[in-house]
C-alpha cells in the first residue's frame, strides 16, 4: 500500500548515507584498529609463512638441501597417489560424518521434543559424547568398543556365533566415521533440539487439524522450520571435519597403507614424518584453498536461508 | 449443516487438578457461539477439545449427533483458527491455504480454484504468492482464517483470533468476521477474553469460569438478566456496580428494605422469601445512575472518564465505596465535584450471599410473558 511513499525516503537515505558512513566509519577506524591488527597478523603471518615454505626446499633432516623450489613441492604432491587418496578419504569422511550427524541428530531431535519419562537423563547422557576429547573417545573405541578381542562388538558377535571383525584392519575408513559421528552428533542433536523447541507449536497443531500425519508433520513443518538449523551445523562440522586428526593418530595412523590418509595425517605425515616441511606447507596450501571452496558455498547457501 | 453437542465434558490431568468441570453446551447450526470468561476460566481448553488437540477426559462431545471423542482432529471436520495464526511460514499464502487439499490429495485444478475463492473473499488475491512474514497482522489473520474456509468444515473455531490486533484492526475485523458468518453461513465457535467481542458477535454468549458453565444466552439476556454475580460482574462495560448490603424486615406489600453500607435503603420485590438480615449484593449498572438533586447517594467525583459520547465517572460514596455512573458525554462535571446520585428503580439486580441473583432487572424493553423479571420492582426511598 505504501511502497510509493516509502520508496522515496528511501532513496534519499541511500544518496546521503554512504558519504556519512564513510565518515563514521574513518572516526572509528583509530579504535578499532588494535583489534583487527592482531587478528590481522595472526591470520597473515601462519599464512604468508605456509606460503613461502611451501615454494621452498626445506626438510628437516638435511638442512644443507634448501633454496627456492618454484612448483616443485606442488609437482611433487599431485603426482603422490597419496595425495588423491587423502582428498577422497577426507571428502568421504566429511561427507558421511555429515550425513549421520545431521540425518541422526534431526530424527534424535525430533524425538527428544517428545514427552518421555526420563527426558532430562536421556538427554544429558544423549550430548555427553561431545564432551570426551577425541583421542580418549578413540581410545575407547579402538579398545573397548571394536577391538575384536576385548571390544563389546566382538563380544556380541561371539554372543550370536558370528567371528569377530577386526574393524579398523576390514573397514578402516567406516569405523574412523563412525568414530566422529559418535563424536558429532550430540552437537547436531544440540542445535537441532533446540531448533525443535522454537518452532512455534500451534503450527503443528495447525498441521494436525489440515489432517498432515507425523510423517508429513515432519516434512512439511518441522524440516523446512530445521532448515537453517541444518545449514548451521553443516558449516561448522564441515570445518572441523576437515581436520579430523586425533581419531586417525590414535586407531589407524592412516592405514592400513592409506586408507585412512585424510589431508591432515597427510601433511602431518609429509612434515613429522617424513620431515618435508616444503611438502606438507604445499598440501597445507590445498587444505587451505580446499576450506575456503567448502566455506564459500556454506556460507552463500546459508545466506540464501537466513532469508525465509 | 453442523450442530455441536457437549455432553458432561471433563478435562483432568495426572497430577489430579480438573480444569473443566463437567460442560453441557448445545450449538444449534449456523450459530455464532462465543465463549467468554477470564484468564484460566479453561475456555481455549474446552475450545482444542472440541478441535481434538486436547483428550476429554469424561463425558461426551458430539458433531451432528455422533460421537466424536476419539475421531482424529482432521477427521472431525473442523477448522480451527489459531492465537497465533500459526501460518507455515515457509509456504506461500497460497500454499498456506491450500495445504490441507494437498495432504488429501485433491487434484491442483480444484484446490487452486477453492483457493482463489477463499482468496476472493478474504481480498487476498493480490498477496496470493507472498510469504506470511511479509504481510501485516490483519492479512496473516485473513489468511489463517482463509485456510479454515478452504476446507469447508461443518464448524470453524477461533481461538482469540482479533487479539493480536491492535485497537482499529480489531474492530474492523470484527465486522469482517460477522460477515464471513453471514457469507458461509456456518457454525462458528470463538473464544475471547474480551466481553465487548463476546456481546458485539455472539449469538449466544457462553460464560465460563473456573471450568464451569455460569451461564449461557444471548448477549442482552447475560445483560439484562444475569443469573449470579460473576456474570453481572464480566458482561458489561464499564462493570456493574455491585453494592454489599442487609435484607430488612418485610414491609407490607411485599417489598423489601435493602440496608447498603452507608445507610442507603433501597427497596426491592424479590422473587423469593428473604430471611431478615441475611447479607445480599445489590448490583446497579453504570447507566442506571443519574445524577438528581434528591438522589440517596452522595459523593465526590473522584475520577471523569470522557468517551465523547458519554462520561464516566466515578464517585467515592461517603460509605467509602466507588460506584461509577455513566453520564451525558457534555455533562459539565469535572473532578472533586461532589453529586448526589438516584437510581434508576426498575433496573436494580440483587443477588444472594452465595452469589446467584435473588431478583432481576426489568430489561428496557419487556416481552410480553416474561414474567419471571416483573415481580422485582425495586423502588428507592431515603433511611
Known amino acids: 500500500m505504501s511502497t510509493v511513499g516509502a520508496t522515496v525516503p528511501m532513496a534519499d537515505?541511500?544518496?546521503s548515507q554512504p558519504a556519512a558512513e564513510r565518515r563514521a566509519r574513518r572516526r572509528m577506524l583509530p579504535l578499532v584498529a588494535p583489534a583487527v591488527g592482531v587478528l590481522l597478523v595472526w591470520m597473515i603471518v601462519p599464512l604468508v609463512l605456509t606460503l613461502w615454505f611451501s615454494v621452498q626446499r626445506y626438510n628437516?633432516?638435511?638442512?644443507?638441501?634448501?633454496?627456492?623450489?618454484?612448483?616443485?613441492?606442488?609437482?611433487?604432491l599431485v603426482t603422490d597417489p597419496d595425495f588423491w587418496a587423502s582428498l577422497v578419504n577426507t571428502l568421504v569422511l566429511v561427507g558421511a560424518v555429515l550425513v549421520v550427524t545431521v540425518g541422526g541428530g534431526t530424527l534424535l531431535a525430533v524425538l527428544f521434543d517428545q514427552p518421555f519419562a526420563g527426558k532430562g537423563i536421556a538427554r544429558v547422557l544423549a550430548i555427553s559424547?561431545?564432551?570426551?576429547?577425541?583421542?580418549?573417545?578413540?581410545?575407547?573405541?579402538?579398545?573397548?568398543?571394536?577391538?575384536?578381542?576385548?571390544?563389546?562388538?566382538?563380544?556380541?558377535?561371539?554372543?550370536?556365533?558370528?567371528?569377530?571383525?577386526?574393524?579398523?584392519?576390514?573397514?578402516?575408513?567406516?569405523?574412523?566415521?563412525?568414530?566422529?559421528?559418535?563424536?558429532?552428533?550430540?552437537?547436531?542433536?544440540?542445535?537441532?533440539?533446540?531448533?525443535?523447541?522454537?518452532?512455534?507449536?500451534?503450527?503443528?497443531?495447525?498441521?494436525?487439524?489440515?489432517?498432515a500425519s507425523f510423517v508429513q508433520q515432519f516434512r512439511y513443518i518441522m524440516l523446512p522450520h530445521l532448515s537453517r538449523a541444518i545449514s548451521?551445523?553443516?558449516?561448522?562440522?564441515?570445518?572441523?571435519?576437515?581436520?579430523?586428526?586425533?581419531?586417525?593418530?590414535?586407531?589407524?595412523?592412516?592405514?592400513?597403507?592409506?586408507?585412512?590418509?585424510?589431508?591432515?595425517?597427510?601433511?602431518?605425515?609429509?612434515?613429522l614424518l617424513q620431515f618435508d616441511v616444503g611438502g606438507a606447507s604445499a598440501g597445507g596450501m590445498v587444505a587451505i584453498v580446499l576450506a575456503n571452496i567448502v566455506a564459500f558455498f556454506l556460507v552463500r547457501s546459508i545466506g540464501r536461508r537466513m532469508d525465509i | 449443516m453442523a450442530t455441536l453437542s457437549l455432553r458432561g465434558v471433563r478435562k483432568s490431568y495426572l497430577a489430579g487438578t480438573e480444569t473443566i468441570k463437567g460442560i453441557d453446551l448445545d450449538v444449534a447450526d449456523r450459530e455464532f457461539v462465543v465463549f467468554v470468561g477470564p484468564s484460566g476460566c479453561g475456555k481455549s481448553t474446552l475450545l482444542r477439545m472440541i478441535a481434538g488437540l486436547e483428550d476429554i477426559t469424561a463425558g461426551d462431545l458430539l458433531i451432528d449427533g455422533t460421537r466424536v471423542n476419539d475421531v482424529d482432529p482432521a477427521s472431525r471436520g473442523l477448522a480451527m483458527v489459531f492465537q497465533s495464526y500459526a501460518l507455515y511460514p515457509h509456504m506461500t499464502v497460497a500454499d498456506n491455504m491450500g495445504f490441507a487439499l494437498k495432504l488429501a490429495g485433491r487434484p491442483k485444478a480444484e484446490r487452486d480454484a477453492k483457493v482463489a475463492e477463499a482468496a476472493r473473499i478474504l481480498q487476498l488475491e493480490p498477496v496470493l504468492t507472498q510469504r506470511p512474514r511479509s504481510l501485516s497482522?490483519?492479512?496473516?489473520?485473513?489468511?489463517?482464517?482463509?485456510?479454515?474456509?478452504?476446507?469447508?468444515?461443518?464448524?470453524?473455531?477461533?481461538?482469540?483470533?482479533l487479539s493480536n490486533l491492535d485497537a482499529a484492526l480489531r474492530g474492523q475485523m470484527r465486522v469482517e468476521l460477522l460477515r464471513l458468518h453471514e457469507e458461509l453461513a456456518a457454525t462458528?465457535?470463538?473464544?475471547?477474553?474480551?466481553?465487548?467481542?463476546?456481546?458485539?458477535?455472539?449469538?449466544?454468549?457462553?460464560?465460563?469460569?473456573?471450568?464451569?458453565?455460569?451461564?449461557?444466552?444471548?448477549?442482552?439476556?447475560?445483560?439484562?438478566?444475569?443469573?449470579?454475580?460473576?456474570?453481572?460482574?464480566?458482561?458489561?462495560?464499564?462493570?456493574?456496580?455491585?453494592?454489599?448490603?442487609?435484607?430488612?424486615?418485610?414491609?407490607p406489600g411485599g417489598t423489601v428494605p435493602v440496608t447498603l453500607a452507608g445507610g442507603v435503603t433501597v427497596s426491592v420485590r424479590?422473587?423469593?422469601?428473604?430471611?431478615?438480615?441475611?447479607?445480599?449484593?445489590?448490583?446497579?449498572?453504570?447507566?442506571?445512575?443519574?445524577?438528581?438533586?434528591?438522589?440517596?447517594?452522595?459523593?465526590?467525583?473522584?475520577?471523569?472518564?470522557?468517551?465523547?459520547?458519554?462520561?464516566?465517572?466515578?464517585?467515592t460514596l461517603e460509605s467509602g465505596e466507588t460506584l461509577v455512573a455513566q453520564a451525558d458525554g457534555n455533562d459539565p462535571i469535572r473532578a472533586h465535584d461532589v453529586i448526589r446520585l438516584a437510581v434508576d428503580p426498575s433496573v436494580c439486580h440483587l443477588f444472594a450471599a452465595n452469589g446467584l441473583v435473588l431478583s432481576q432487572a426489568e430489561p428496557p424493553?419487556?416481552?410480553?410473558?416474561?414474567?419471571?423479571?416483573l415481580d422485582a420492582m425495586p423502588s428507592l426511598a431515603r433511611a
Request: hydrophobic share 50%; glycine share 8%; aromatic share 10%.
Open chain 1, 13 to 15: 537515505m541511500t544518496a
Open chain 1, 60 to 76: 628437516l633432516l638435511n638442512p644443507a638441501l634448501h633454496g627456492f623450489a618454484g612448483i616443485e613441492n606442488y609437482q611433487y
Open chain 1, 129 to 211: 559424547p561431545f564432551f570426551v576429547m577425541p583421542t580418549v573417545s578413540a581410545l575407547v573405541w579402538k579398545n573397548l568398543m571394536l577391538h575384536p578381542i576385548y571390544g563389546i562388538a566382538g563380544f556380541l558377535w561371539r554372543l550370536v556365533g558370528l567371528s569377530p571383525v577386526d574393524w579398523f584392519a576390514t573397514f578402516p575408513l567406516a569405523s574412523v566415521i563412525a568414530i566422529v559421528s559418535w563424536e558429532w552428533l550430540p552437537f547436531a542433536l544440540l542445535i537441532l533440539l533446540t531448533a525443535v523447541q522454537s518452532l512455534d507449536h500451534s503450527q503443528i497443531e495447525a498441521a494436525r487439524l489440515d489432517g
Open chain 1, 232 to 271: 548451521v551445523v553443516i558449516m561448522i562440522e564441515t570445518i572441523f571435519l576437515l581436520t579430523v586428526f586425533a581419531e586417525i593418530f590414535v586407531t589407524t595412523s592412516g592405514g592400513p597403507g592409506n586408507a585412512t590418509t585424510n589431508l591432515a595425517f597427510l601433511i602431518y605425515a609429509r612434515a
Open chain 2, 137 to 161: 497482522g490483519g492479512q496473516r489473520q485473513r489468511v489463517a482464517i482463509g485456510r479454515a474456509i478452504v476446507r469447508q468444515p461443518r464448524v470453524f473455531l477461533f481461538d482469540e483470533p
Open chain 2, 188 to 251: 462458528m465457535i470463538y473464544v475471547t477474553h474480551d466481553q465487548v467481542e463476546a456481546m458485539t458477535m455472539a449469538d449466544k454468549i457462553v460464560v465460563l469460569h473456573a471450568g464451569r458453565v455460569e451461564q449461557v444466552g444471548s448477549p442482552m439476556e447475560l445483560y439484562n438478566h444475569p443469573a449470579n454475580l460473576f456474570v453481572a460482574g464480566f458482561i458489561g462495560s464499564p462493570r456493574m456496580n455491585l453494592l454489599p448490603g442487609t435484607v430488612g424486615a418485610a414491609a
Open chain 2, 270 to 315: 424479590p422473587a423469593q422469601v428473604l430471611a431478615p438480615g441475611s447479607s445480599v449484593t445489590l448490583g446497579i449498572r453504570p447507566e442506571a445512575l443519574r445524577q438528581a438533586a434528591d438522589g440517596p447517594f452522595s459523593g465526590a467525583a473522584l475520577l471523569v472518564e470522557r468517551l465523547g459520547g458519554m462520561t464516566l465517572v466515578h464517585v
Open chain 2, 365 to 373: 424493553q419487556a416481552k410480553p410473558g416474561d414474567l419471571h423479571d
